[in-house]
């Protein structure tokens, strides 16, 4: 059975271009959740999306952004990139209250 | 609110030794659930173990334990005979019910360097 995929591996971009990132989660599983991973600090929680809406954020402003498609997969949007949202982005996908699996993560690098 | 705290930032040990990774949480919830995440240099964590909140036996995996103690409000991970391979950072974390959110909220880890 597949795991979640995240593409793409890394991405660089300048300060205040767009950046999309995307997410398949492991078959069957409806919910996929958004985490930020900056240089030495632990997961910060950024969106959780189930059954194709957005349920719950983190405190990130709204810059950050996304969706989930009809086929659970998802996207994450971060418009005018600054410096510091230079991180590693990962992605998980569970069924509800169940354990969450992670991709490989994308890292995002910002100049 | 919950909170969980990995109170080791690093611990170093050299191949062979056994090694404990502690975890304290807080919940207000009666229904929970703890895990352990493993993330490997490359980036990506790998799912552990998950206990709810009404499992308080240890449970044993290979080199892996888990004791959890809810009148201690800890969840403690040993790795018994370490090996350069568990080098990684160890996350715990939980996950209640509170609002029908089953986002977890994650220790900032524990980062542990297994020398040959």
């Known amino acids: 059975e597949a795991g979640v995929t995240q593409s793409p591996t890394h991405l660089i971009k300048t300060r205040g271009q767009q950046a999309t990132l995307r997410c398949s989660p492991i078959?069957?599983?409806?919910?996929v959740y958004w985490y930020q991973q900056a240089l030495g600090l632990g997961l910060q929680f950024l969106l959780w999306?189930?059954?194709?809406?957005?349920?719950n954020r983190g405190n990130f402003p709204p810059r950050f952004s996304g969706r989930q498609f009809p086929n659970y997969s998802s996207e994450l949007n971060v418009n005018a990139l600054e410096l510091e949202d230079s991180a590693l982005y990962l992605c998980?996908?569970?069924?509800?209250?169940?354990?969450?699996?992670f991709g490989p993560g994308t890292r995002l690098t910002v100049l | 609110a919950q909170k969980v705290t990995q109170a080791q930032t690093e611990i170093s040990v050299v191949e062979k030794e056994d090694v404990t990774l502690d975890c304290v949480y807080e919940?207000?919830?009666?229904?929970?659930?703890l895990f352990w995440y493993k993330q490997p240099p490359s980036g990506e964590l790998v799912f552990l173990i998950r206990?709810?909140?009404?499992?308080?036996q240890n449970e044993i995996s290979g080199r892996y334990s888990w004791n959890f103690q809810k009148s201690t409000s800890s969840f403690n991970f040993t790795i018994t005979a370490s090996q350069v391979v568990d080098s990684a950072v160890y996350f715990c974390?939980?996950?209640?019910?509170?609002?029908?959110?089953?986002?977890?909220?994650f220790g900032r880890g524990t980062s542990l360097i297994v020398h040959p």
């Open positions: 919940t207000r919830d009666t229904t929970y659930y």
């Open positions: 206990r709810n909140s009404f499992d308080e």
């Open positions: 974390a939980l996950s209640g019910q509170s609002g029908g959110s089953y986002i977890p909220t």
């Open positions: 999306y189930d059954e194709g809406e957005e349920r």
């Open positions: 998980a996908s569970s069924l509800r209250d169940r354990e969450q699996f």
């Open positions: 078959s069957g599983h409806t919910s």
